[in-house]
């Protein structure tokens, strides 16, 4: 009944508009047609007209063979219906996007195309898309993923028993293709170099090559040493499979292992120095754990960042004087847990850190202490004691299965999820405006 009163509200709401601007003809607008009613909530045909359009345009781009019209109109509409239900419930549960959030998920797509952020909304614009409309699609997407995991991410459990099973009864356990992640130097050569030009790239490129396998960080050389355009980015060239490495490289880093250096490979651009960064996929999966410890300063009402700072310094300053690290950790510390054992986080793997605190500690020496760095628990003082490099391959293999398993679980309950929620929901079309 209550739904019933929202349909007539709504109609009567459009009613009123259209007499209300036809009484002034010369300003009248044709008022959006109402294509369905979700819950308490309208889709109108502008809308729907918008959103046809941009799937046409990306299914166009991607050289897809567009249905009939109806037949498109029909799935865009169930598609926003779904979508206006999710929303809905997520308002209802309180789930928001700061706009930091909001920033920040751009600026990672714009980096990720490889543009500044301006750049990336320069070029949406010239595609007719506008900024605010992508910003709006990101929303729209953080929330319902942040609805997704609270209603089913939680509930999803993979037992031990579970991936035993699946690596005992599977010949493959889901490993993807062997994937590179890979370094890249360039020492350029000019376009008919002499002779004694190219030596002496070549000796250049093979001091840096010297350097690197001495310990040397890729990262730091690449930018002050490599001609290329992703010298800035450390040379990183990301994750590529084979088939996605240049060939004149594809043979040299087939049979290279992870942290290996390339001798100099020789192009008409110059001399090129590759460095296997990490490995996915392999039968052996090496990583490199570190034994760190750390002083935290939490900031509160008392103490901001800038105290927290001059406290973790002052400490720094204690320590280069010959203070215990250990001592001024259980005495100053805000991480209780690790305080009481003189910091130490003991040794920990990629990932088990936040990234800010990895970031900086995988740029220490041993023994080194490092300057202040802020993580979301406040500012922290870093020292690693050791690294090691160890095989991780069957905890390795055991995570990818544990995540393939974990993937079809949370896509076969999103599924039933959406159709209880569409079933449930009250949902109105009108039929004869499609």
């Known amino acids: 009944?209550?739904?019933?009163?929202?349909?007539?509200?709504?109609?009567?709401?459009?009613?009123?508009?259209?007499?209300?601007?036809?009484?002034?003809?010369?300003?009248?607008?044709v008022l959006d047609t109402i294509i369905a009613v979700v819950e308490d909530d309208v889709i109108l045909e502008g809308e729907l007209q918008?959103?046809?359009a941009v799937i046409e345009q990306r299914m166009q781009q991607g050289n897809a063979t567009l249905p009939p019209a109806y037949v498109l109109r029909k799935q865009v509409l169930e598609k926003m219906i779904i979508d206006k239900l999710q929303r809905q419930l997520a308002e209802k549960a309180g789930i928001t996007v700061s706009e930091e959030m909001l920033n920040s998920s751009a600026a990672d797509i714009a980096r990720r195309n490889n543009m500044e952020l301006d750049q990336f909304r320069t070029e949406l614009e010239s595609q007719g898309?506008?900024?605010?409309?992508?910003?709006?699609?990101?929303?729209?997407?953080?929330v319902i993923n942040q609805l997704r995991s609270r209603e089913?991410?939680?509930?999803?459990?993979?037992?031990?028993?579970?991936?035993?099973?699946?690596?005992?009864?599977?010949?493959?356990?889901?490993?993807?293709?062997?994937?590179?992640?890979?370094?890249?130097?360039?020492?350029?050569?000019?376009?008919?170099?002499?002779?004694?030009?190219?030596?002496?790239?070549?000796?250049?490129?093979?001091?840096?090559?010297?350097?690197?396998?001495?310990g040397q960080d890729f990262s730091q050389t690449a930018i002050s040493e490599s001609d290329d355009a992703n010298a800035l980015k450390g040379g990183d060239l990301g994750w590529r499979t084979e088939s996605e490495i240049p060939t004149l490289f594809v043979n040299e880093v087939s049979q290279m292992k992870q942290g290996d250096v390339s001798e100099?490979?020789?192009?008409?651009?110059?001399?090129?120095?590759?460095?296997?960064?990490?490995?996915?996929?392999?039968?052996?999966?090496?990583?490199?754990?570190?034994?760190?410890?750390?002083?935290?300063?939490?900031?509160?009402?008392?103490v901001d960042d800038a105290e927290a700072r001059k406290r973790l310094l002052a400490l720094k300053t204690r320590i280069a004087d010959g203070d215990d690290f250990a001592a001024l950790a259980r005495a100053h510390s805000d991480d209780k847990g690790s305080a009481l054992k003189g910091g130490s986080l003991d040794w920990v793997g990629p990932g088990d850190l936040v990234k800010p605190f990895e970031d900086a500690m995988a740029k220490?020496?041993?023994?080194?202490?490092?300057?202040p760095v802020q993580t979301q628990f406040g500012w922290h003082m870093i020292q690693v004691l050791g690294r090691e490099n160890k095989d991780d391959s069957d905890e390795f293999k055991k995570n990818l299965v544990r995540d393939a398993i974990r993937k079809r679980k949370i896509e076969e309950e999103t599924e039933l999820w959406?159709?209880?929620l569409r079933d449930e929901?009250?949902?109105?079309?009108?039929?004869?405006?499609l």
């Not at 009944?1 to 259209?18: P, S, W």
């Not at 506008?130 to 699609?137: A, E, P």
């Not at 120095?273 to 939490?298: A, Q, S, Y």
């Open 50 to 52: 918008k959103e046809v």
């Open 1 to 29: 009944m209550i739904k019933q009163e929202n349909i007539k509200i709504a109609i009567i709401a459009a009613l009123l508009c259209n007499l209300l601007f036809g009484s002034f003809p010369v300003h009248a607008e």
């Open 129 to 142: 898309m506008s900024y605010q409309s992508f910003l709006d699609s990101i929303r729209n997407e953080i």
């Open 364 to 371: 220490l020496g041993i023994n080194e202490v490092s300057d």
């Open 152 to 214: 089913i991410g939680g509930r999803i459990k993979v037992t031990d028993r579970e991936v035993e099973h699946y690596m005992e009864t599977q010949d493959k356990i889901g490993e993807a293709a062997t994937q590179y992640h890979l370094g890249h130097i360039l020492i350029a050569v000019k376009e008919g170099a002499l002779s004694a030009e190219i030596q002496r790239a070549m000796s250049r490129a093979e001091d840096i090559v010297g350097s690197l396998r001495g």
């Open 264 to 302: 100099p490979i020789r192009s008409p651009s110059g001399f090129h120095i590759i460095k296997v960064l990490e490995l996915k996929g392999t039968d052996n999966h090496m990583i490199i754990k570190t034994k760190v410890r750390h002083i935290l300063i939490k900031t509160n009402e008392l």
């Open 425 to 433: 929901a009250f949902v109105e079309i009108y039929q004869d405006r």
């Open 418 to 420: 959406v159709r209880r």
